[in-house]
């Protein structure tokens, strides 16, 4: 099957494709091949208007349909989602770089996940009401209004999703602009809520880089953003959002640690260090990416790992058996590949990759380094790559003020077979996603989000909801007002 991906125009407002070719040129480019696939063109002041206006237009009407209404075109588009996912995945692919064999069971599918929860749940969003004797106060939940939402590139569809599905179960319109990196995969989610029944300019798609994300933020129209991406763009956006006083929601970066005890199933812990530093390449905001291991089996754990990694499908990410991919781009494979530089110059043992492969696309070899010390660069920055970092420790007490000594707090993750050390653990771990014997699982039930330099607010589960409307209350006096004059 062949796949047209160049799409009707670059942009996806009042419930069609749109363009403006006076926008700068987005290059897509396969990571695969480095071949381009499709052109867009990022958003001109005049297509901004257009959308903030439709967004603006369509969230009065929506916020005024029942809430049972709004969560009935959710969970169709879920429907329609699960039903695309093959064609859906592959245009992941495409976006992305991530090999189908993920993009089959982690993107399309959990979008549906988030449409179709909160879809689910939108007839449920209540007030409450508060005696106060005679008197009472009743709250009512209420949108927010016309809501942003910015991208990174390593999940289009799922951010796309994640943010759209609360925001429009609580009444909200959006104005999504995906990465500049995967422009791709956020058209075909406003495609299907059109298809689902969600009124024109309910949820509309810009392209563009930085620029465009800020000229959103900053226009009055906009009551909250909720952004996924690195902390130094999460601070300025946060920035800009609060000389507005608008809400926020900050999915940002991380350095979590993965701690692995000396009575752990090496298996297990292994795979867990596998999932949580490989899986599309390595460029996941959760990702465990400095595994301290308890030196008892420090050296049994490294060889485990060679051995696993060994059985790694390195290739054509569009082939099911393939298992890991390229890097999203060019410039995403050149600023890890500095890494591994330091790694090595600063004195961290190689023990497996390291190298760029010698294939078209942006391929690095799955890296592991041994003998990290805290100080070093690859312990300290995000990478955001195929890159394992491996320290190891003696006691509990110094793993856990170790793992915590980090700006990052987005996940954290332990491997013991001593289950109330996991959770005493656990407790200690200054961390939003945490883990025991376990690692990246992020269902849609359960909240999603860091503390620390990692974030603001919550995605998914029901604390999402609190992120997505306020709370008007209403005092009702029953009696007589009383006036001191
Ligand atoms: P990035 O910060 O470079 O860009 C993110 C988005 O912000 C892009 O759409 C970009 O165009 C936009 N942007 C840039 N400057 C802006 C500005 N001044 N105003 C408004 N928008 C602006 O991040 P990236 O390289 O696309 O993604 C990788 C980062 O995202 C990593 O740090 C990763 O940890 C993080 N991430 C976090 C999560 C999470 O849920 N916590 C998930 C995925 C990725």
Redesign the pocket.
């Known amino acids: 099957m062949t796949y047209d991906l160049q799409p009707a125009g670059s942009h996806y407002i009042d419930g069609a494709y749109v363009d403006d070719t006076a926008g700068a040129e987005i290059p897509v480019i396969f990571a695969a091949t480095g071949a381009r696939i499709a052109t867009l063109h990022a958003a001109t002041p005049a297509i901004v208007e257009q959308a903030l206006a439709a967004a603006e237009k369509a969230q009065a009407d929506w916020a005024k349909l029942s809430p049972r209404e709004r969560g009935r075109v959710l969970t169709r588009a879920a429907q329609i989602m699960r039903e695309r996912n093959y064609d859906l995945s592959v245009l992941e692919t495409y976006d992305t770089g991530k090999p189908l064999q993920e993009t089959l069971v982690a993107d399309a599918t959990s979008g549906a996940d988030a449409l179709e929860y909160f879809g689910g749940l939108a007839a449920s969003l209540t007030g409450e009401h508060i005696p106060l004797g005679e008197d009472w106060v009743y709250t009512i939940r209420e949108p927010l209004g016309v809501c942003v939402g910015?991208?990174?590139?390593?999940?289009p569809t799922q951010?796309a999703c994640w943010k759209a599905a609360p925001a429009l179960a609580c009444g909200n319109a959006m104005v999504f602009?995906?990465?500049?990196?995967t422009p791709l995969c956020a058209l075909k989610v406003a495609e299907i809520l059109t298809e689902a029944g969600a009124p024109a300019g309910l949820f509309n798609v810009v392209q563009?880089?930085?620029?465009?994300?800020?000229s959103?933020?900053t226009d009055p129209r906009v009551a909250k953003v909720s952004?996924?991406?690195?902390?130094?763009?999460?601070r300025?956006?946060y920035a800009?959002a609060a000389d507005g006083m608008k809400h926020v929601t900050?999915?940002?970066?991380?350095k979590s640690p993965m701690l692995v005890f000396d009575d752990a199933d090496i298996d297990n812990a292994v795979g867990g260090a596998i999932l949580g530093n490989f899986y599309s390449s390595g460029?996941?905001?959760?990702n465990g990416t400095r595994v301290f291991v308890q030196k008892g089996i420090k050296e049994a754990f490294l060889a485990r790992l060679s051995e696993r990694l060994k059985g790694a499908v390195i290739g054509d990410p569009l082939d099911e058996a393939t298992s890991f991919g390229p890097m999203v781009s060019e410039q995403?494979m050149t600023i890890v590949q500095g890494f591994i530089e330091k790694g090595v110059a600063e004195g961290a043992r190689l023990v497996t990759g390291g190298k760029r492969l010698d294939r078209d696309g942006w391929y690095l070899e799955p890296t592991v380094f041994a003998d990290v010390t805290d100080d070093m660069t690859i312990a300290r920055e995000?990478i955001?790559g195929p890159v394992m970092s491996v320290l190891d420790f003696d006691t509990e007490e110094e793993a856990i003020t170790r793992a915590n000594a980090t700006e990052y707090g987005?996940a954290a993750g332990v491997f013991t077979a001593d289950l109330s050390r996991g959770h005493r653990v656990i407790g200690k771990l200054k961390a939003g996603s945490c883990f025991i014997n376990s690692y990246n699982d992020a269902p849609v039930e359960a909240p999603?989000?860091?503390v620390k330099m990692?974030?603001v607010g919550r995605?998914n589960s029901k604390a999402a909801i609190e992120h997505w409307s306020q709370m008007k209350s209403v005092y009702v006096r029953m009696g007589d007002v009383e006036a001191p004059f």
């Not at 563009?208 to 800020?214: H, L, Q, S």
């Not at 952004?227 to 999460?234: A, M, R």
């Not at 900050?250 to 991380?254: F, N, P, R, S």
């Open positions: 910015i991208g990174a590139w390593n999940y951010i602009k995906p990465s500049e990196t563009g880089m930085g620029e465009v994300g800020a959103l933020v952004l996924t991406g690195s902390v130094p763009t999460g300025k956006v800009a900050m999915e940002l970066g991380g460029q996941i905001c959760s995403q995000e955001f987005l999603f989000g860091g990692s974030g995605e």
